[in-house]
């Protein structure tokens, strides 16, 4: 009877560590895995010339193909494919390499679909188009990645570069930040409250853009502004990647910690507990799917549960401390005939919100009461049967968030 009750204690214990582990490590302990992609239940994970696949979340892991290269870099899914770029260290001239490979099959088989000399390390969606790199240009495939040319309108220099829903956002190695509405035709440096200093990173998302040039920024509005959004972050160390998943966004810092926040309202979070990546910058990649924040770097691949870091509820948007006024670009913008504004407040006050056209005639109200404090976001419809808004037409209008000596103004267009 106390041998089985030291048993049950120990099987316990040991469920106990289990249940309120930290960071675990899934495999490939002693090899580096440079990139992780999540596509439906499968987890890819690309190493020094390898590909592989879980269907359990990185328990077990299934090799699918090994390629003729030294770095995977870039597993990128899309719809019903996966694209995966490739580079390798040519410090000498080299012949071309097969750098972007397609599969159709959940990457049980590939087509090579693009060579070049130093290889791909970049893919990237933008509406009906694929961007990616090729020996620092940009190239464009218009027909789900099967071919490929060069877009020669951004120059020579490609550092990285990210898109949203609206725009495609691109540094070079002298250190500008460019945008895109056009899909790569023409681009416009947005480089208003940056540093002249290289853009290493930028990722994307709705019209939220985040850049690293020594601190991280952030634009609200598609990069016309930007603001530094560090705080959390430790001072003095830099960054090895900043990456944005659903509405969180990760950071790597060069002594192997990942930072977590929200894209919306930056306080970050250090959630690398357990984590044991080692050396210098060798965090890797960082992402998530349904159920685990995953990483990888030179000691393999890395999960934690979501339901584990507690700082995610501190980020959730109802339980945040707002410290400011914000009013957010509408979006989509323009629109036809709905658009979304979005705005936060610090404390309890009367709030204003009303629309207007380009010759200061209020149009409508869209708030007009108290609001405690919070993030609130509230709909236009130029269709709306409102005596104020119907029947109006095309063209610039703007809307103006009034709480107490606090007022902002944005720009929004209606086209029908």
């Keep these: 009877m106390r041998i ?8 316990f214990l040991s469920s106990y560590q289990n249940l309120y582990s930290q960071w675990e490590q899934v ?14 239940d499968y ?12 269907i359990d979340n990185g328990n077990n892991w299934d090799t699918l193909i090994t390629f003729n290269t030294e770095f995977i870099d870039v597993i990128q899914p899309l719809d019903q494919m996966l694209l995966m770029g490739h580079s390798r260290g040519c410090f000498e001239p080299c012949p071309p390499l097969t750098s972007i490979y397609k599969s159709t099959d959940n990457g049980l088989t590939w087509d090579s679909v693009f060579a070049s000399v130093n ?8 509406k009906q188009l694929i961007f990616a790199d090729s020996d620092e240009w940009l190239i464009r495939s218009t027909d789900d990645g099967s071919t490929w040319v060069v877009e020669p309108s951004f120059g020579y220099g490609v550092l990285a570069f990210a898109g949203n829903e609206i725009a495609l956002f691109a540094s070079k190695y002298q250190g500008s930040l460019y945008r895109s509405f056009d899909n790569a035709s023409t681009w416009h440096l947005i480089e208003n409250g940056l540093p002249n200093s290289t853009k290493w990173y930028i990722a994307a998302k709705n019209d939220t853009v985040f850049t690293w040039t020594d601190f991280v920024y952030r634009s609200t509005n598609n990069g016309d502004t930007w603001e530094i959004a560090n705080s959390g972050l430790p001072i003095g160390i830099g960054l090895s990647g900043i990456f944005v998943e659903d509405k969180y966004l990760f950071a790597a810092t060069f002594d192997n910690r990942i930072f977590m926040t929200s894209i919306n309202y930056i306080n970050w979070a250090d959630i690398s507990e357990g984590l044991t990546i080692t050396g210098n910058a060798n965090i890797t990649d960082i992402t998530k799917n349904e159920e685990y924040i995953l990483a990888s770097g030179n000691t393999g691949v890395w999960r ?7 700082s995610i509820k501190d980020l959730d948007q109802n339980k945040l401390i707002y410290n400011r006024f914000i009013l957010e670009q509408n979006y989509p913008n323009p629109f036809n005939p709905s658009t979304t504004i979005k705005y936060s407040i610090p404390y309890s006050s009367h709030v204003s919100l009303k629309m207007y056209d380009v010759l200061g005639n209020k149009v409508a109200t869209l708030v007009n009461e108290e609001k405690a404090t919070g993030r609130y976001e509230v709909e236009f419809n130029a269709n709306s049967h409102s005596s104020e808004v119907r029947n109006l037409p095309s063209g610039v209008y703007f809307y103006q968030l009034t709480v107490g000596n606090f007022i902002e103004t ?7």
Excluded: C, H
């Design 4 to 11: 089985l009750r030291l048993y049950l204690i120990i099987l």
């Design 27 to 40: 495999g490939f302990e002693s090899d580096w895995i440079f990139e992780l992609s999540v596509k439906g």
């Design 43 to 54: 987890l890819f994970a690309g190493g020094s010339n390898q590909l592989y696949r879980s």
């Design 119 to 126: 290889g791909t390390t970049q893919i990237q969606p933008f």
């Design 304 to 310: 934690r549960p979501l339901w584990q870091i507690t």
């Design 410 to 416: 944005k720009k929004m267009v209606l086209l029908k």
